[in-house]
């Protein structure tokens, strides 16, 4: 029986809601099975992902299953962006500003018009702004893939940081280079005219951000319900994205820019158990539609095989093989030399980011593409003004393959350049982590003391809360002590002891709702705070 044929199976479901249901099945076998992959071999999920897609688009039917760009930029990309700019601390988004904001401008700048001289040089009848739009739409990094990999592997957070900054802000400049591009294929304008364009439709958007950001702040203040406070977020980014679109303007950097606005405010309106709702309802949708989009992409090798059957294929491999090229070496050539520039405007000296060369070369090599990319060259138009689009199979073949020799090449060997360049480890997040649990265990002791002094507690509940808190205490002092084997080792056994306490709680409560001395309400409320302590041990 043909794949998605489950129509037959099931009394009443026609067949195309079958081949959907059937497809659906598959997507989320995929995706679990490439999250064991992932856990077992240290390689990036996403990795996974594009393989079994692409493997699965010469399956009967799957392969038939379209990346529609409108759904992907309208429906899918909203709340990725909006979710980045919600966890994105401000803060540190500010103390990288410099190398953050010469990579999203600098770099897709020069990935862009790199690329497109490359591809101009060689398919002539692309012309300059078909070669624009292929350059503008392979510009733009996926960070997913990339700070998976630096975050298992504890890479330091300057690294991290950087490269999450620079993927939330690229996103929206290469697509308002993008858009721009295909808009000159009907109406050609100038270099003047193309600079104003792009102000207009970049600042426009983080302009409407910023106001959006603002209302919606006064919306979200009296709301201290978490749920009600979920689904007004689960609105927020369409109704930052899709107005700012239709204007003409950037909608990711509207949705990102009021995403970062009420980032901090979201967080601090909310109790610790709103909290966590909501950090995890966001974890588990994104996780679900990056999953999917990374899927979608793999599914696409077989049509875009099919389309460009019509051209030479030598001449699809160079142009293909050279676009990987270019955005590979003028991103690590970028990162190698630009944070290394000073100069000295009225007698300063003005750096552009300082970071270590260890530090450059792995952002050098986190220059992963993703699906953004996809959607972006697949929504090129196939005719402009009544004209074919030029060589728009060409444009979406070639994006497709830096996608996959990026995420595949690089997302697998990132690992390793990582642990050569010996930045893993988590000695700093270690570092910063003792220092606040011991804050904040003395901060609890201290005003126990006082309470206890006053008598508004009693002296038995004291000592117990006491022992709870210099519990916490000895756990700080001991991710703070010198020695770095022989810290890792009392962890280690720490984390074991642990682990097996909370195994018997678990245990202990699953036996009293068998012999029925609990109810399952009670046995879920008494789980939920030992679940609580147990997933400060996951990663």
């Known amino acids: 029986m043909p794949f998605g044929d489950l129509a037959t199976l099931i009394p009443g479901l026609d067949p195309t809601t079958g081949s959907y249901l059937a497809a659906g099945f598959g997507i989320a076998v995929v995706v679990v099975g490439s999250r064991t992959l992932s856990r077992r071999t240290g390689i990036p999920y996403p990795v996974f992902l594009v393989v079994a897609g692409a493997a699965a688009s010469f ?49 897709v700048l020069a990935t862009t018009f790199a690329v497109a001289g490359v591809a101009w040089a060689l398919v002539p009848e692309l012309g300059w702004v078909g070669a624009f739009v292929l350059g503008a739409a392979v510009a733009p990094t996926d ?24 993927s939330l802000v690229n996103d929206g400049v290469a697509l308002a280079l993008f858009s721009i591009g295909v808009a000159a294929v009907a109406e050609p304008t100038g270099i003047v005219g193309g600079m104003l364009a792009f102000l207009r439709v970049a600042g426009g958007g983080v302009l409407f951000g910023l106001v959006l950001g603002w209302l919606a ?8 319900d978490p749920a009600s406070q979920i689904v007004v977020s689960l609105f927020l980014p369409f109704v930052a994205y899709l107005p700012a679109d239709a204007l003409g303007l950037s909608g990711v950097l509207a949705t990102l820019t009021t995403g970062l606005i009420l980032g901090q405010q979201t967080s601090s309106g909310l109790d610790p158990a709103g909290r966590i709702r909501m950090a995890e309802f966001w974890q588990v949708l994104v996780f679900l539609i990056e999953s999917v989009l990374f899927v979608l992409v793999g599914l696409q090798l077989r049509q875009l095989v099919t389309a460009i059957g019509g051209y030479p294929l030598g001449h699809v491999e160079l142009m293909a093989s050279l676009t990987v090229v270019v955005v590979v070496v003028v991103r690590v050539l970028w990162w190698l030399a630009v944070p290394t520039l000073r100069w000295r405007p009225e007698g300063r000296v003005v750096d552009t980011g300082a970071v270590p060369w260890r530090e450059r070369v792995a952002l050098g090599w986190s220059g992963l593409r993703g699906a953004v990319s996809l959607a972006a060259a697949l929504s090129i138009p196939v005719t402009v003004s009544g004209h074919p689009f030029p060589g728009r199979d060409l444009v ?39 220092l606040a649990e011991r804050r904040c265990a ?31 205490l000895e756990r700080a002092h001991l991710l703070d002590q010198d020695g770095r084997e022989n810290r ?37 409320a008494v789980r939920h705070e030992v679940d609580l302590e147990h997933a400060r041990f996951e990663p």
């Open 442 to 472: 003395e901060a609890a002791l201290l005003l126990l003391d006082r309470l206890l002094a006053e008598e508004e507690v009693p002296e038995r509940a004291a000592d117990l809360l006491r022992g709870r808190y210099e519990r916490r």
């Open 488 to 524: 890792q080792a009392t962890l280690l056994s720490m984390e074991t002891i642990e682990r097996r306490l909370l195994d018997v709680q678990h245990e202990a409560l699953r036996e009293l709702h068998r012999s029925g001395e609990i109810s399952f309400a009670v046995l879920r």
């Open 59 to 107: 399956v009967p039917r799957l392969g038939d299953i379209g990346m529609n760009p409108r759904i992907v930029f309208l429906g899918l990309l909203p709340p990725l962006v909006y979710h980045a700019g919600l966890v994105t601390s401000p803060r540190e988004f500010r103390s990288n500003a410099l190398p953050i904001g010469l990579a999203a401008f600098g770099l």
């Open 217 to 224: 702040s006064h919306v979200h203040r009296p709301l201290h």
């Open 143 to 166: 960070a997913v893939a990339g700070i998976a990999v630096l975050s298992r592997l504890g890479a330091a957070q300057r690294i991290t940081g950087i490269l999450e900054g620079e």
């Open 396 to 434: 979406v073949f070639a994006t497709f393959c830096v996608i996959a020799v990026t995420l595949i090449g690089q997302g697998t060997t990132l690992p390793s350049v990582i642990r050569r360049l010996a930045l893993g480890g988590h000695e700093a997040e270690r570092r910063q982590r003792a």
